[in-house]
């Protein structure tokens, strides 16, 4: 089984690393074509800003292979909102993968903290990347921009609004929390993935 972890700049590769690593999974990181095509299951994680990161992808022609892979593919995070469609932030194109538009949370009434950060409960789970878990589980999550729910949404949040806290389609699935730091929760979502 060979797993590979999309390295382009953006963070939180080496927590991702050390999670798989306390599962059993041996990951390598890498922004190499070949060693990502020919890979079991591909974690395309991410902390950062989407324009950014886009650029990077874009730059090195990694847009056109994510897009290309037939494997299981796990975007986290900021890795999951570069799978939609177009970010509000700084206004970006992005993968198009899943058909949500990412969309910056308003602190509204209830003045939110903006990011969210920490923990949140994630519930009407409906793939087998939550075998397992039950609904309601808490995960940990970091994001000032949210997907909204839509055709492609696996799993529910709440911060103000209810928004995607996880995304599939086809092989694609897309969580916005960080399974890497959720704990016992995030370690068996992983373990799901790998398992796909």
Known sequence: MK????????????????????????????DDEEQIQHADKVIFPGVGEASTAMQYLK??????????????????CLG?????????ENNTQCLGIFDEQVA??????EQLKIPQIGWNNIYDLQSGLFKGISNNAYCYFVHGYFAANGMHTIASANYGITYSAALHKDNFYGVQFHPEK??????????NFIDL
């Open 80 to 88: 999951m909102q570069l799978m939609c469609k177009f970010s509000e």
């Open 3 to 30: 797993t590979v972890i999309i390295q382009y700049n953006a963070g939180n590769i080496q927590s991702v690393l050390f999670a798989l690593e306390r599962i059993g999974v041996e990951a390598i990181v890498s």
């Open 182 to 191: 959720s704990a016992t929760v995030g370690e068996q979502i992983l373990k």
């Open 104 to 109: 910056k949370f308003n602190p509204g009434e």
């Open 59 to 76: 730059h090195r022609k990694l847009d056109q292979l994510i897009l290309q892979l037939k494997q299981p593919v796990l975007g986290i």
